[in-house]
């Protein structure tokens, strides 16, 4: 079955404790997104790539960081993270312009 | 810059109504337009596009027609059903090299028995 897969799902952790969420699509897309997702907010581009080891900010990237070193694989890095990150986050892929959003991950800063 | 601006909910209706659901772009170039459907607890999904002026999308009973001279993307369905509770979001998408797409702040339904 085609998807995005995400983990964790759910995760409260305290601020300034470094944290990964991974994102993963087995259908071959080059193109790979991270979203926040906050009320009356919509959806914001964090990270996008377009390629293995290209990637590139999107609108609010400040306080992640990202890496691409395989096609399926686009991870998210939290290195110190602060309460005003506690949001939903969507990791999508695409081959051309429509996505493919994963389940969502609800991060909790405290 | 670019944007996308829907209408605010939330939209409260009963089963069988109407519903429109607006939503207005500003972009520079040619976008492609979306609708997406979040429903709850899950990752958005597409529900239709169109790649051009005048184009109509359409699925599982949904439709909106790419306006250029109006700018606009109107979501509309005849009849709404209670399993049409659920997010909807309004989006453009650029082809700058890669696909950025600009999504709106969408506009959450909900339809009573």
């Known amino acids: 079955e085609a998807q995005v897969t995400q983990n964790p799902r759910y995760l409260i952790t305290v601020t300034g404790k470094k944290l990964t969420v991974t994102c993963s699509q087995n259908?071959?897309?080059?193109?790979m997104s991270w979203y926040r997702q906050d009320p009356g907010l919509g959806l914001r581009q964090i990270y996008y790539?377009?390629?293995?080891?290209?990637?590139d900010k999107g609108d609010v990237p400040e306080g992640y960081k990202v890496s691409r070193k395989e096609k399926r694989n686009f991870p998210l890095i939290l290195e110190s993270p602060s309460p005003n990150q506690t949001s939903l986050y969507f990791c999508?892929?695409?081959?051309?312009?429509?996505?493919?959003f994963g389940p969502g991950t609800r991060l909790l800063v405290l | 810059g670019d944007s996308v601006t829907q209408m605010e909910g939330p939209v409260t209706l009963s089963e069988e109504a109407c519903l429109t659901i607006?939503?207005?772009?500003?972009?520079?170039?040619?976008?492609?337009l979306f609708w997406y459907v979040q429903y709850p607890g899950e990752g958005l999904q597409l529900l239709l596009k169109?790649?051009?002026?005048?184009d109509k999308g359409s699925n599982k009973g949904f439709e909106a027609t790419y306006r250029k001279e109006t700018t606009s993307f109107h979501l509309e369905k005849g009849s709404v059903q209670v399993s049409d509770s659920a997010v909807y979001f309004c989006?453009?998408?650029?082809?700058?090299?890669?696909?950025?797409?600009?999504f709106g702040a969408g506009t959450r339904l909900f339809v009573k028995a």
């Open positions: 607006n939503c207005t772009y500003t972009a520079t170039g040619y976008p492609s």
């Open positions: 259908m071959n897309h080059e193109y």
């Open positions: 169109a790649t051009k002026a005048d």
């Open positions: 790539s377009m390629n293995v080891e290209v990637t």
């Open positions: 999508a892929s695409s081959l051309s312009e429509t996505q493919y």
């Open positions: 989006a453009l998408s650029l082809n700058t090299g890669g696909f950025k797409t600009i």
